[in-house]
């Protein structure tokens, strides 16, 4: 932590009244919680993820009206004795009005992975996309409209150098929070390509004929010490807050970006081709191959470059919470044989990502959820195989929260084995950690509606009378990411955390 930051927090510590958790002020609980962090990974779900469409399938001899909810031919659906959670494998000819044939087996991702598995229930506040997913990552604004991401990074990423990094934008999923004595450091990054934002990251290296080290220290001493302060633009606002900030940003903070070798730790694209890094002096992160392994569309899918970079940012301690996920861009594979529209599997992002439900429900739920199930797969591989340090792995302290804005209407035409849906508050989340119960259900899905119900917040029984509000599922995460939340106001929801 830089002396500027401890600054601030004594002087946010002097404040009185703000109703924070008494270890976000102190600085040795911070400090030492650096050093035993907790790390958290926002996977957007953008458009709308109907969770009956992913883990809490319905088959249709559980309904007493199989023609009209949405269920699956039980045929379809994958169980596992003893685990509450389903997988539909499922192929077509088309993805709604698209003419692309697609073909995803998530039994094979549920199959490894449901241990570590919580489902959710809840009923959202908002219909609309960008009200929505802000609500996603602030519990509706339940503590003083702090998000998910800030508060990890401010308890946990006071020594990282670049604590709360998104990786997508445009999105209410990457909303920054509305409480003013959220600490500078703690607040978002927005990196809007992924391939090419590591060059940002010194201001000397990867320029043919570029200053030497001495010389650059050299003019950014005079830049800061002779020049500036004799402008009239600084001797107007040198008392401004922002602009001491911005100052300081470009001093010790920028130096150990730069001291921590990042524009080459976390390079994605191997020397060569359109990224001639040693003709520059550069080279590809040591870490490269194995994440060029696991996403190997890096360079033409957006998604994949995301989940590569999520990855190096927490492995090199970089980041303590990432936010990526699809946008509401097409992305398809080009190439590759077809006799009447896109070949098979061609198309990794329908239009709007999930809201494509629109137009094709059934096969736009499918794709989509088999695209995010593969960025989970491969992150969790990743981190399992990565050290810690202390004998423990980085997945042991991680939490993947796959956050989406609501549900889909749940009825459709009678028969109909795809169709259109709209937006419905009724839905759930999943969260994949050691950190919370695993292959476990919290709540409970009606197979006559198809609609979610809620369950006690401490126990975890499920309640068909009740449902979970944003505040509880945004308190809960908090909770199994053992943040104090002491002074809060936030409820207990013990039910969300491993014993």
């Known amino acids: 932590m830089t002396q500027s930051r401890r600054d601030m927090l004594r002087q946010l510590a002097a404040l009185a009244g703000v109703g924070a958790g008494a270890s976000l002020f102190n600085l040795e609980a911070i400090g030492q919680e650096a050093k035993d962090p907790r790390f958290l990974i926002v996977l957007c779900a953008s458009g709308g993820g109907s969770i009956i469409d992913g883990p809490l399938a319905l088959r249709e001899s559980e309904s007493a009206n199989p023609s009209t909810v949405n269920c699956f031919p039980d045929s379809l659906v994958t169980g596992w004795s003893g685990s509450p959670f389903r997988a539909v494998d499922l192929s077509s000819d088309a993805i709604g009005p698209i003419p692309a044939p697609f073909s995803v087996k998530p039994s094979d991702f549920f199959g490894r992975r449901r241990e570590d598995l919580m489902v959710a229930t809840l009923t959202?506040?908002?219909?609309?996309?960008?009200?929505?997913?802000?609500?996603?990552?602030?519990?509706?604004?339940?503590?003083?409209?702090?998000?998910l991401q800030e508060l990890v990074a401010w308890q946990y990423g006071a020594d990282a150098p670049i604590p709360n990094v998104h990786l997508v934008a445009g999105m209410g999923f990457n909303d920054s929070g509305t409480?003013?004595?959220?600490?500078?450091?703690?607040?978002?990054?927005?990196?809007?390509?992924?391939?090419?934002?590591?060059?940002?990251?010194?201001?000397?290296?990867?320029?043919?004929?570029?200053?030497?080290?001495?010389?650059?220290?050299?003019?950014?001493?005079?830049?800061?010490?002779?020049?500036?302060?004799?402008?009239?633009?600084?001797?107007?606002?040198?008392?401004?807050?922002?602009?001491?900030?911005?100052?300081?940003?470009?001093?010790?903070?920028q130096a150990k970006i730069e001291e921590l070798d990042l524009i080459t730790r976390l390079m994605l694209a191997p020397d060569g081709g359109n990224f001639p890094l040693g003709e520059?002096?550069?080279?590809?992160?040591?870490?490269?191959?194995?994440?060029?392994?696991?996403?190997?569309?890096?360079?033409?899918?957006?998604?994949?470059?995301?989940?590569?970079?999520?990855?190096?940012?927490?492995?090199?301690?970089?980041?303590?919470?990432?936010?990526?996920?699809?946008?509401?861009?097409?992305?398809?594979?080009?190439?590759?044989?077809?006799?009447?529209?896109?070949?098979?599997?061609?198309?990794?992002?329908?239009?709007?990502?999930?809201?494509?439900?629109?137009?094709?429900?059934?096969?736009?739920?499918?794709?989509?959820?088999?695209?995010?199930?593969?960025?989970?797969?491969?992150?969790?591989?990743?981190?399992?195989?990565?050290?810690?340090?202390?004998?423990?792995?980085?997945?042991?302290?991680?939490?993947?929260?796959?956050?989406?804005?609501?549900?889909?209407?749940?009825?459709?035409?009678?028969?109909?084995?795809?169709?259109?849906?709209?937006?419905?508050?009724?839905?759930?989340?999943?969260?994949?950690?050691?950190?919370?119960?695993?292959?476990?259900?919290?709540?409970g899905v009606d197979p006559d509606t198809g609609l979610t119900y809620g369950f006690d917040p401490v126990t975890g029984d499920p309640d068909p009378g009740r449902e979970t509000a944003e505040a509880e599922i945004f308190a809960g995460l908090l909770g199994a990411l053992d943040i104090d939340t002491s002074g809060s106001g936030l409820p207990s929801v013990p039910a969300m955390r491993r014993a």
């Open 124 to 147: 959202g506040t908002s219909v609309n996309h960008q009200v929505a997913q802000r609500r996603s990552i602030t519990g509706n604004e339940a503590w003083r409209g702090r998000t």
């Open 179 to 253: 409480d003013a004595t959220v600490p500078t450091y703690a607040r978002r990054q927005i990196v809007a390509d992924p391939l090419v934002w590591p060059l940002s990251l010194d201001g000397g290296r990867g320029v043919q004929g570029g200053l030497s080290p001495e010389v650059l220290a050299a003019v950014r001493g005079h830049r800061d010490n002779q020049f500036e302060p004799k402008t009239r633009f600084d001797q107007i606002f040198k008392s401004s807050p922002r602009l001491a900030e911005w100052k300081n940003l470009r001093g010790a903070p």
């Open 280 to 443: 520059y002096g550069l080279g590809s992160s040591p870490s490269g191959d194995a994440v060029r392994a696991v996403f190997p569309d890096y360079a033409t899918d957006p998604l994949h470059a995301q989940a590569a970079l999520a990855f190096l940012l927490l492995k090199y301690r970089v980041s303590v919470s990432v936010t990526l996920g699809p946008n509401f861009s097409f992305v398809f594979k080009e190439g590759g044989e077809a006799t009447n529209g896109l070949p098979e599997n061609s198309v990794l992002n329908p239009p709007l990502a999930f809201d494509f439900s629109h137009q094709g429900h059934r096969a736009g739920q499918a794709v989509v959820w088999s695209r995010l199930y593969q960025i989970i797969d491969g992150l969790m591989t990743l981190l399992k195989a990565e050290d810690f340090g202390d004998g423990t792995s980085f997945w042991d302290r991680t939490m993947i929260y796959v956050a989406t804005e609501f549900g889909r209407e749940k009825t459709r035409p009678s028969g109909a084995q795809e169709w259109g849906t709209g937006h419905d508050l009724n839905n759930g989340v999943m969260v994949f950690s050691p950190l919370v119960p695993g292959d476990t259900l919290l709540g």
